[in-house]
């Protein structure tokens, strides 16, 4: 992945930049940290994390989540799942780029245990709106404070991404794959986090972020 800065235009910060995008949320995984309990459906201030999620991307032209058959996503959200199953980050990120209705330029993904992403979407989209003309800017991601790249709170031109899988597809393969090994090639601008990428791995989590 190719390196750039964490700055951002002041245009980054603007509700409502003008750049439509469509919305990609990752919601497998085994969740063996939380004792096997559904990610998507635990619930953190009141409401499920997924729920929180899809309310980031409400401004979405198309959100689909990539999850297991059983899980409730609301009308007019798409469902799909790589198949085989439990193929990882990538095989998900596959599978939801598929499952697109006439894609668009854009492709916020997210992760279904960042209950708090709201704040960010929107610095996300300015970014990218203002960059929208560099051909030498592929997206950008959230960076946290203690430098951990967060590359599914992340806002990417979808020609990009698919690049990424079909050069993946010719090699090691998408199955197993890190989201990371997607962006390699990409020209991906790092935004530092204000709180908004804080996971919800454990059940102490849970705690720390409803407290």
């Not at 190719?2 to 910060?13: D, Q, R, V």
């Not at 085994?30 to 009141?46: F, H, I, N």
């Not at 499952?99 to 993904?109: N, R, T």
């Not at 709106?129 to 950008?140: L, N, P, S, Y």
């Amino acid at each position: 992945m190719s390196p750039a800065g964490t700055g951002e235009p002041a245009l980054a910060a603007a509700v409502g930049a003008d750049v439509s995008f469509d919305a990609v949320v990752l919601a497998g995984g085994r969740a063996s940290r939380l004792g096997g309990a559904s990610k998507p459906d635990v619930v953190v201030r009141g409401r499920r994390m997924l729920a929180h999620v899809l309310d980031a991307a409400a401004q979405a032209r198309q959100a689909v989540v990539v999850g297991p058959p059983a899980l409730e996503v609301p009308p007019g959200v798409r469902l799909t799942l790589e198949d085989p199953p439990d193929g990882g980050p990538a095989a998900g990120i596959a599978a939801g780029l598929a499952a697109l209705d006439a894609p668009g330029e854009w492709v916020l993904l997210l992760a279904c245990d960042v209950p708090l992403v709201a704040a960010a979407v929107p610095r996300l989209a300015g970014l990218a709106a203002a960059r929208r003309d560099d051909t030498a800017f592929d997206g950008v991601m959230l960076v946290d404070a203690d430098g951990r790249e967060q590359p599914l709170v992340g806002l990417y031109r979808r020609a990009a991404l698919e690049s990424g899988l079909a050069r993946l597809a010719g090699g090691r393969g998408v199955r197993g794959a890190p989201v990371r090994a997607i962006l390699t090639e990409m020209h991906v601008q790092r935004l530092a986090d204000e709180g908004a990428s804080r996971d919800v791995d454990t059940w102490e989590d849970v705690r720390r972020i409803e407290g």
